[in-house]
């Protein structure tokens, strides 16, 4: 049987790629990017706090090629900000700090993180500008704690990083090769950056900044169900909260967003109490209860927004109104 090995990042096979297209990557053709959502693998001595250390992971490398040291600053700009997107979309309050290049290499670094007192890494930030920097940064700017734009007070937090970038400039092309022709027909090294989003870490990590004591909350957007539909407990009416159930069911999944983020929990073994804790836990951003009002003659039922701690007694038709405008992940 062969030796196998894994890798950390795939700079150097990636590189090795676009290298062996040798004279025929033209400039006209920068800037390529590639990126590849894969599972990766890692010696981890002591995998603890779920998905945020372990042994299997799944992450996001992209890796790019641009003409100019310029043009791969733009890129570069460009990937951070939709890094920045992503977080806001998910409803996520990070971090965006100055990071070490490491083993990695580059002219520039960034990382994203968010606060946590479990996260491992240390970071200074400035909350009245964009300044931050990870700890592992020198920074002889910094004079007596205070920010070196803005001359605010300087925190320090630990936080879990959740995404990374890096300039690299021609660390990996020029020893491996990786050229383009340009206009005259020169061979230039073509200039490189490698970016990285922790899949399940970001789903790890927003729970863990974003759940109470007792209860999950999820990045509502990549929440498993946005509505979970609570039909009343077996033996009263059964057969009547059931059918509404289904009948709401019916007309919440013709939405176009909610198709797929609707539940029943038909645990009617239960009482609608004990299944509306257990919603609490799993975190469904919204909880609709069949009750009596339900089969009253100006029929209501009861929507919860758990995570704002509000409830409303609706008609169906609004309730399908009010829930029509949740953002999914399929938006």
Same mark, same amino acid.
């Given at each position: 049987?062969?030796?196998?090995?894994?890798?950390?990042?795939?700079?150097?096979?990636?590189?090795?790629?676009?290298?062996k297209?040798?004279?025929?990557?033209?400039?006209?053709?920068?800037?390529?990017?590639?990126?590849?959502?894969?599972?990766?693998?890692?010696?981890?001595?002591?995998?603890?706090?779920?998905?945020?250390?372990?042994?299997?992971?799944?992450?996001?490398?992209?890796?790019?090629?641009?003409t100019?040291?310029?043009?791969?600053?733009?890129?570069?700009?460009?990937?951070?900000?939709?890094?920045?997107?992503?977080?806001?979309?998910?409803?996520?309050?990070?971090?965006?700090?100055?990071?070490?290049?490491g083993?990695?290499?580059?002219?520039?670094?960034?990382?994203?993180?968010?606060?946590?007192?479990?996260?491992?890494?240390?970071?200074?930030?400035?909350?009245?500008?964009?300044?931050?920097?990870?700890?592992?940064?020198?920074?002889?700017?910094?004079? /007596?704690?205070?920010?070196?734009?803005?001359?605010?007070?300087?925190?320090?937090?630990?936080?879990?990083?959740?995404?990374?970038?890096?300039?690299?400039? =021609?660390?990996?092309? /020029?020893?491996?090769?990786?050229?383009?022709?340009?206009?005259n027909?020169?061979?230039?090294?073509?200039?490189?950056?490698?970016?990285?989003?922790?899949?399940?870490?970001?789903?790890?990590?927003?729970?863990?900044?974003?759940?109470?004591?007792?209860?999950?909350?999820?990045?509502?957007?990549?929440?498993?169900?946005q509505?979970?539909?609570?039909?009343?407990?077996?033996?009263y009416?059964?057969?009547?909260?059931?059918?509404?159930?289904?009948?709401?069911?019916?007309?919440?999944?013709?939405?176009?967003n909610?198709?797929?983020?609707?539940?029943?929990d038909?645990?009617?073994?239960?009482?609608?109490?004990?299944?509306?804790?257990?919603?609490?836990?799993?975190?469904?951003?919204y909880?609709?209860?069949?009750?009596?009002?339900?089969?009253?003659?100006?029929?209501?039922?009861?929507?919860?927004?758990?995570?704002?701690? =509000?409830?409303?007694?609706?008609?169906?038709?609004?309730i399908?109104?009010?829930?029509?405008?949740?953002?999914?992940?399929?938006?």
């Amino acid at each position: 049987m062969g030796a196998a090995i894994t890798g950390e990042t795939h700079e150097e096979l990636v590189t090795d790629l676009i290298s062996k297209m040798g004279n025929n990557l033209s400039y006209k053709k920068l800037p390529v990017r590639l990126y590849q959502i894969s599972r990766k693998f890692r010696d981890e001595m002591h995998p603890r706090h779920g998905l945020l250390r372990s042994r299997e992971f799944e992450m996001k490398d992209l890796y790019t090629f641009d003409t100019t040291e310029e043009n791969a600053t733009k890129t570069y700009e460009i990937v951070c900000q939709v890094y920045e997107n992503i977080f806001n979309r998910l409803g996520l309050q990070f971090k965006k700090v100055i990071g070490a290049t490491g083993n990695i290499g580059g002219k520039l670094s960034h990382e994203f993180l968010l606060q946590s007192d479990i996260g491992e890494d240390t970071i200074i930030v400035c909350n009245s500008c964009q300044y931050g920097r990870n700890i592992e940064i020198e920074d002889p700017s910094v004079r /007596e704690n205070k920010c070196p734009r803005c001359g605010s007070e300087l925190d320090q937090m630990s936080a879990i990083e959740v995404g990374h970038s890096f300039l690299l400039g =021609t660390k990996y092309s /020029e020893i491996l090769g990786s050229t383009y022709k340009d206009k005259n027909g020169q061979n230039i090294v073509t200039q490189m950056g490698c970016y990285g989003l922790g899949v399940t870490r970001i789903l790890q990590a927003g729970i863990e900044v974003l759940s109470e004591d007792e209860a999950i909350r999820w990045p509502k957007i990549i929440s498993p169900y946005q509505i979970c539909i609570i039909p009343q407990m077996k033996g009263y009416m059964e057969e009547k909260f059931m059918e509404l159930a289904n009948n709401l069911y019916d007309e919440l999944v013709t939405v176009p967003n909610l198709r797929g983020e609707v539940v029943i929990d038909d645990r009617t073994r239960f009482t609608v109490g004990n299944r509306l804790t257990q919603a609490n836990r799993l975190g469904y951003p919204y909880v609709v209860v069949i009750g009596k009002s339900a089969i009253d003659e100006e029929q209501k039922f009861e929507l919860q927004d758990i995570y704002n701690k =509000t409830t409303d007694f609706l008609s169906s038709s609004q309730i399908i109104s009010k829930l029509s405008n949740i953002k999914t992940a399929g938006q």
